[in-house]
Protein backbone atom coordinates (compact mmCIF):
# COMPACT_ATOMS: atom_id res chain seq x y z
CA UNK A 1 0.00 0.00 0.00
CA UNK A 2 1.07 3.71 -1.54
CA UNK A 3 1.21 6.26 1.25
CA UNK A 4 2.27 9.79 0.57
CA UNK A 5 1.91 12.30 3.03
CA UNK A 6 2.61 16.17 2.33
CA UNK A 7 3.52 18.37 4.93
CA UNK A 8 4.83 21.96 6.27
CA UNK A 9 1.64 24.01 4.28
CA UNK A 10 0.72 27.38 6.23
CA UNK A 11 0.13 30.91 6.24
CA UNK A 12 2.87 32.98 5.07
CA UNK A 13 3.69 36.71 4.02
CA UNK A 14 5.22 37.59 0.63
CA UNK A 15 8.66 36.99 0.18
CA UNK A 16 8.89 34.58 2.79
CA UNK A 17 9.96 31.29 2.43
CA UNK A 18 8.40 27.60 3.35
CA UNK A 19 9.65 24.33 2.98
CA UNK A 20 6.88 21.17 2.36
CA UNK A 21 7.96 17.56 2.76
CA UNK A 22 6.42 14.48 1.26
CA UNK A 23 7.04 11.50 3.18
CA UNK A 24 6.37 8.15 1.20
CA UNK A 25 5.56 4.69 2.22
CA UNK A 26 5.11 1.52 0.29
CA UNK A 27 7.23 3.38 -2.60
CA UNK A 28 10.66 4.10 -2.76
CA UNK A 29 11.91 7.69 -3.60
CA UNK A 30 14.77 6.34 -5.09
CA UNK A 31 12.73 4.90 -8.11
CA UNK A 32 11.03 6.44 -10.97
CA UNK A 33 9.82 10.50 -11.22
CA UNK A 34 8.09 11.98 -8.19
CA UNK A 35 7.23 15.45 -8.20
CA UNK A 36 5.03 18.40 -7.22
CA UNK A 37 1.76 19.71 -8.34
CA UNK A 38 -0.02 22.80 -7.26
CA UNK A 39 -4.04 23.69 -7.39
CA UNK A 40 -5.10 27.10 -6.84
CA UNK A 41 -9.32 27.86 -6.34
CA UNK A 42 -10.78 27.52 -9.87
CA UNK A 43 -7.77 26.54 -11.33
CA UNK A 44 -6.43 23.15 -13.08
CA UNK A 45 -3.51 21.32 -11.11
CA UNK A 46 -0.32 22.65 -12.34
CA UNK A 47 2.86 20.42 -11.78
CA UNK A 48 5.72 22.55 -11.56
CA UNK A 49 8.72 20.47 -10.12
CA UNK A 50 9.98 16.92 -10.18
CA UNK A 51 12.97 14.98 -9.81
CA UNK A 52 14.60 11.84 -11.78
CA UNK A 53 16.53 8.68 -10.45
CA UNK A 54 19.35 10.44 -11.50
CA UNK A 55 18.69 13.32 -9.20
CA UNK A 56 18.19 15.65 -12.07
CA UNK A 57 15.41 18.16 -11.68
CA UNK A 58 13.01 20.40 -13.84
CA UNK A 59 10.71 23.26 -13.37
CA UNK A 60 8.37 25.79 -14.62
CA UNK A 61 9.88 29.33 -15.39
CA UNK A 62 7.28 30.73 -12.83
CA UNK A 63 9.20 28.85 -9.66
CA UNK A 64 12.75 28.49 -10.86
CA UNK A 65 15.17 29.84 -9.21
CA UNK A 66 12.90 30.11 -5.82
CA UNK A 67 11.85 26.75 -5.67
CA UNK A 68 14.10 23.84 -5.29
CA UNK A 69 13.00 20.02 -5.47
CA UNK A 70 15.39 17.81 -3.44
CA UNK A 71 14.74 13.99 -2.16
CA UNK A 72 16.21 12.29 0.97
CA UNK A 73 16.53 8.67 -0.04
CA UNK A 74 17.57 7.49 3.34
CA UNK A 75 14.58 9.05 4.87
CA UNK A 76 11.91 8.28 1.75
CA UNK A 77 10.74 12.02 1.95
CA UNK A 78 10.75 14.39 -0.57
CA UNK A 79 11.32 18.09 0.42
CA UNK A 80 10.41 21.60 -1.35
CA UNK A 81 11.73 24.79 -0.12
CA UNK A 82 9.99 27.77 -1.48
CA UNK A 83 12.06 31.07 -1.36
CA UNK A 84 10.35 34.52 -2.39
CA UNK A 85 6.91 33.35 -2.28
CA UNK A 86 4.13 35.37 -4.27
CA UNK A 87 0.38 35.39 -3.84
CA UNK A 88 0.09 33.72 -6.67
CA UNK A 89 2.09 30.76 -5.24
CA UNK A 90 -1.54 30.11 -3.18
CA UNK A 91 -2.55 27.03 -3.68
CA UNK A 92 -2.88 22.87 -2.32
CA UNK A 93 0.46 21.56 -2.81
CA UNK A 94 0.60 17.95 -3.69
CA UNK A 95 3.34 15.35 -4.16
CA UNK A 96 3.09 12.63 -6.69
CA UNK A 97 4.85 9.43 -7.57
CA UNK A 98 4.99 7.57 -11.02
CA UNK A 99 6.14 4.33 -11.97
CA UNK A 100 8.26 5.53 -15.20
CA UNK A 101 10.07 8.35 -15.90
CA UNK A 102 10.43 10.22 -18.86
CA UNK A 103 12.37 13.80 -19.78
CA UNK A 104 10.85 16.83 -18.41
CA UNK A 105 8.17 17.42 -16.55
CA UNK A 106 5.36 14.65 -16.87
CA UNK A 107 1.53 15.40 -16.69
CA UNK A 108 -0.32 14.44 -14.26
CA UNK A 109 -1.68 11.82 -15.94
CA UNK A 110 1.73 9.95 -15.69
CA UNK A 111 1.75 9.71 -11.75
CA UNK A 112 0.01 7.09 -10.15
CA UNK A 113 -0.01 7.17 -6.57
CA UNK A 114 -1.00 11.24 -4.84
CA UNK A 115 -0.97 12.70 -1.01
CA UNK A 116 -3.64 14.35 0.08
CA UNK A 117 -2.24 18.00 -0.21
CA UNK A 118 -1.04 20.66 2.13
CA UNK A 119 -2.15 24.20 1.79
CA UNK A 120 0.24 26.98 1.55
CA UNK A 121 -1.71 30.47 1.73
CA UNK A 122 0.49 33.37 0.65
CA UNK A 123 -1.21 37.03 1.78
Known amino acids: HVQLVESGGELVQPGGSLRLSCTASGYSVRTPCIGWFRQAPGKEREGFAS???????NYIVSVKGRFTISKDNAKNTLYLQMTSLKPEDTARYYCAAALSCSEGLMPAWRYKYWGQGTQVTVS
Open 51 to 57: IAPTGST
